[in-house]
């Protein structure tokens, strides 16, 4: 056994300390993209959620909030509230709504839905689904259709 095997160089330990610190940078910044693109994996949470500060909101305004682990969007237009999921039907990036166009915009592929969150244009092949809005007593409440 040479006193090489026996005492790891200087060298050695660098390029060890560096692949970790790679590797951990890289793990840290791959988890939060992966569950920007991939949110729907993401399950749990009410089924029936409270839109906190709704009465706030000005027409054109939107929240986006979980329901069942899910995102979705809800917008307040001057009839009232609607809300979509905000999963884009194409490959699942999260859409975001823009209230100067009044549509959903996906930026993973340049996709936008209209404010019933209809196909406008880009590949996705479906509408966004609708969830169900109550108001009850002042307050706004979001739950699957
Ligand atoms: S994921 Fe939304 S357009 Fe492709």
């Known amino acids: 056994m040479t006193n ?3 005492h790891p160089t200087r ?3 660098l390029d060890w300390l560096i ?29 029936n959620v409270e839109v906190e500060g709704a009465s706030d909101m000005a027409p054109g305004q ?13 917008v307040r237009s001057h009839g009232g509230f609607e809300a979509y999921s905000a999963i884009c039907t194409h490959l ?11 549509q959903f915009l996906c930026p993973c592929h340049a996709a936008a839905f209209d ?15 609708p969830y169900r809005v109550k108001e009850v007593a002042g307050k706004v409440y979001v739950s699957p259709t």
Request: proline share 9%.
């Open 4 to 6: 090489t095997e026996k």
């Open 11 to 13: 060298r050695g330990f």
């Open 19 to 47: 692949g970790i610190g790679t590797s951990v940078t890289g793990l840290a910044m791959a988890v939060p993209a992966l569950m920007y693109l991939w949110p729907a994996a993401r399950t749990g949470g009410s089924d």
């Open 62 to 74: 939107s929240k986006t909030v979980q329901v069942g682990g899910k995102a979705v969007i809800v």
């Open 92 to 102: 699942g990036c999260l859409v975001q709504w823009d209230g100067t166009k009044r």
């Open 115 to 129: 404010a019933q969150g209809r196909v406008v244009s880009g590949p996705p092949p479906a509408p966004l689904p």
